[in-house]
């Protein structure tokens, strides 16, 4: 304020004139093959176009000179004692998108996939064979087509499509193409972004944000292209393995068995195993599955505490059992069950850490020994036959026929 010679030194006319500027700014088309970047706070990205964003969000606004100038249809606005005059080649903009701070590595791991699977020769490739346009949507029509005519596939696909999208739950609003013409979307990141100010200490000025990310078949990211898409097919093996396995139509002939034998199955694992698996799908898809969690979002005992003060709420969050149980999550410990897969794959697939690779090494060497056992059992019963053989059939047989007939004996030896 004092820059511009304020004179009315105050918070109000701070924002206002903060405000009008960034407008300014924003409306102003860039160079031709360049952006204009501008970073503020989200405040005044709030009070400047209405609309609030959290940390590290950007904003992708676009200059719309089809419209008259702001110069023409706003002219100056007075703060204090000053006039902010608008440019004349500064004009209403459009909002293009809201990017969260992983937008951007998303973005690009999109554009990687899609060459990918583009460029594709294997003829396995599950997901390069169902997506046939690469636009990272298998459509009804797609999934038909690759899974065969008939059979179990309008089946195979709605069991797909109820697993992977939970659009009312996770708060993906619902649009008419979806309705009429609903795909698989390759590629999902939710997120929930909650929080709260802390008034008693710092007056508003301490911000504790609550966000866990629910769903992310993204993956982790990486530095270079093959990395980011190596870490794609780590979080849709899932979905790879599960449409492998219902090509199986003699196992899985409806949906109403696939709920049955992917969903609800009972499974023999023990806890711990349920256990790794779990921290497996939180450890790839960077996400929180509640399955073991209870919730931290109440304002019940805390010893969390700021200047001596209790808080308000805890400064964490997450969310209690049941408010998103991960389907995927279900279908993979099904999948285990069924024999589709084992813990051993699913680690060297997903890249889990050391405790699942525990598991699975516990697996192998329980494998190992099952077939040393059969193996040494099978020898162990061959030996007893033999020697049953050798004590009952061979060795009588041998000394009866050398045994020589009393007239072959001559005289002294009779």
């Keep these: 304020l004092a820059v511009n010679n304020i004179t009315a030194i105050s918070v109000e006319n701070a924002f206002k004139w903060q405000a009008y500027n960034l407008r300014n700014f924003a409306g102003k088309k860039p160079m031709a ?9 989200g ?33 100056n606005l007075t703060v204090a004692n000053q006039v902010f005059q608008f440019d004349s080649d500064s004009f209403p903009v459009d909002a293009i998108a809201r990017m969260s701070p992983q937008s951007a590595l998303h973005m690009q791991t999109c554009d990687d996939v899609r060459v990918d699977l583009s460029g594709s020769q294997d003829k396995t490739d599950v997901l390069a064979l169902y997506d046939s346009n690469h636009d ?56 929930l972004n909650w929080g709260w100010l802390e008034y008693l200490t710092s007056g508003g000025n301490i911000f504790y944000p609550w966000r866990v ?55 023999n694992d023990n806890s711990e195993s349920q256990e790794h698996l779990t921290s497996c799908f939180e450890e790839v898809f960077h ?16 010893a969390e505490s700021i200047f001596g003060y ?25 999948l285990v069950v069924q024999g589709s897969l084992t813990h051993s794959e699913i680690s060297h697939a997903m890249g889990c850490n ?8 516990k697996e ?15 020898l162990f019963i061959c030996s007893l036959v033999a020697l049953a053989y050798t004590l009952f059939g061979y060795l009588p047989k041998k000394l009866k026929s050398s045994k020589p007939e009393k007239n072959e004996f001559e005289d002294n030896e009779a």
């Design 354 to 361: 050391s405790a699942l690779l525990s598991i699975s090494s």
């Design 213 to 267: 990310v629910l769903e992310n078949t993204m993956g982790s990211g990486g530095l270079t292209s093959s990395e980011r898409v190596a870490a794609f097919r780590k979080a849709n093996f899932v979905l790879t393995n599960l449409i492998v396995a219902l090509t199986d139509q003699d196992k899985y002939p409806s949906k109403s068995e696939m709920e049955k034998k992917l969903v609800r199955c009972e499974s």
């Design 43 to 75: 405040f005044n990205m709030m009070r400047g176009f209405g609309t609030a964003v959290d940390e590290g969000y950007c904003m992708v606004l676009k200059p719309d000179d089809t419209q008259p100038s702001l110069a023409e249809s706003i002219g």
């Design 310 to 334: 209790p808080l308000a709420y805890p400064s964490k969050w997450e969310p209690e059992n049941g408010i998103y149980d991960s389907r995927s999550l279900e279908v993979v410990r099904c």
């Design 136 to 191: 990272m949507k298998i459509t009804r029509d797609e999934f038909i087509s690759a899974h065969g005519e008939g059979g179990n596939s309008a089946d195979a696909f709605d069991f797909i499509h109820s697993v992977f999208i939970q659009a009312d739950t996770l708060g993906k609003p619902s649009d008419d193409d979806e309705a009429s013409a609903p795909s698989i979307e390759l590629g999902r990141f939710f997120r």
């Design 287 to 302: 996400t929180s599955t509640t399955s073991s969690k209870e919730s931290t979002a109440t304002s019940g005992d805390t």
């Design 364 to 378: 192998e060497v329980d494998q190992t020994a099952k077939i040393l056992a059969w193996v040494f059992g099978a």
């Design 33 to 41: 093959g360049t952006n204009n970047v501008m970073v503020t706070h």
